[in-house]
């Protein structure tokens, strides 16, 4: 089963495009939203949550048409942004108080465990917290209504390295009954490589790949060698490309195949998420 489905999602805004977008996000899983600061996370995920409307494509969240016509699917997500969208000069408590009105099954002793896990103090303004605390307060928000998925918009970005582990191992409690579902969009992928079970990754407002975490990594393949096994034609198995006067160091997007063709002649090892989304933003190419 599905919790999002993403089709032929097209939208062209102030000099950027996504085109022809088309994914899903299986339900009791977390997915990682990858791709370089630019690349259209960021305006995928206001369309999701009605705020951007598509010029073209459908979206379907919990088997509901998602978008700003109907707001009702909204009840059931979690939405954690990667921008401050409360009111600066109010508390973290008055704030709370004009937000849970949207949400039937808003539970205060669930939220007041949260402040006190992530150390906000109720009566502080909005506007003297700091990015991180912010990000914690919208967290807070965003769990205490017990929603079926949680989407996040860069939410480590800020974050302290404890409280980012702590975020990674709260995602995992958060889908362990496998009837929830987070989709996690970020450039720190490092995040990802610990707790991601799928990856969507999104460069120049086009789809690279949907797959799950292990299928990617298998797939792909860093190769390094000396400049003489390069030619017209092996230059075009790379996805990215690196040369120096000693040598390359490429990504391979089927990695079994110029194992083929280089033999011992090259060094092989396995890529991290960071090396895939590199090489591909390097070498500019998009593949399925």
Same mark, same amino acid.
């Given at each position: ?140 928000? /965003? !769990?205490? @209504?017990? $929603?079926? &998925? ?5 939410? #480590? *970005? ?107 002649? /090259? !060094?092989? @090892?396995? $890529?991290? &998420? ?5 090489? #591909? *933003? ?7």
């Amino acid at each position: 089963m599905t919790a999002i489905d993403v089709q032929g999602l097209s939208k062209r805004m102030n000099g950027f495009a996504l085109e022809q977008v088309s994914f899903s996000v299986p339900k009791g899983y977390i997915t990682g939203l990858i791709g370089p600061n630019g690349a259209g996370k960021s305006t995928l995920i206001k369309i999701l949550m009605g705020m951007v409307t598509p010029d073209q494509g459908s979206i379907t969240i919990h088997g509901q048409r998602a978008g700003i016509a109907g707001a009702a699917y909204k009840a059931n997500i979690g939405y954690v942004s990667d921008e401050n969208i409360y009111y600066d000069t109010l508390t973290l408590g008055e704030m709370k108080e004009i937000f849970k009105s949207f949400y039937p099954r808003w539970d205060e002793g669930q939220f007041k465990e949260y402040l006190d896990r992530f150390e906000l103090p109720a009566k502080k303004k909005i506007k003297d917290c700091s990015k991180g605390m912010k990000t914690k307060f919208a967290l807070a928000l /965003a !769990l205490a @209504h017990h $929603p079926d &998925l949680l989407i996040m918009d860069e939410p #480590t *970005a800020g974050l302290d390295p404890i409280f980012r582990r702590e975020l990674l191992e709260l995602l995992a409690e958060f889908i362990q009954d496998e009837k929830r579902t987070v989709l996690f969009s970020t450039h720190l992928t490092t995040d990802l490589d610990k707790v991601a079970d799928f990856i969507t990754f999104i460069h120049r407002g086009k789809l690279v790949f949907s797959q799950t975490k292990e299928e990617i990594l298998e797939r792909h393949l860093i190769v390094k060698g000396s400049k003489e096994l390069l030619d017209s034609d092996t230059r075009k198995e790379f996805v990215g490309l690196r040369e120096t006067d000693f040598g390359f160091e490429g990504l391979a997007a089927d990695g079994s195949r110029l194992q083929s063709i280089f033999g011992s002649s /090259a !060094l092989y @090892h396995q $890529p991290t &998420l960071e090396d895939i989304m590199y090489y #591909t *933003a390097k070498g500019g190419k998009a593949y399925a």
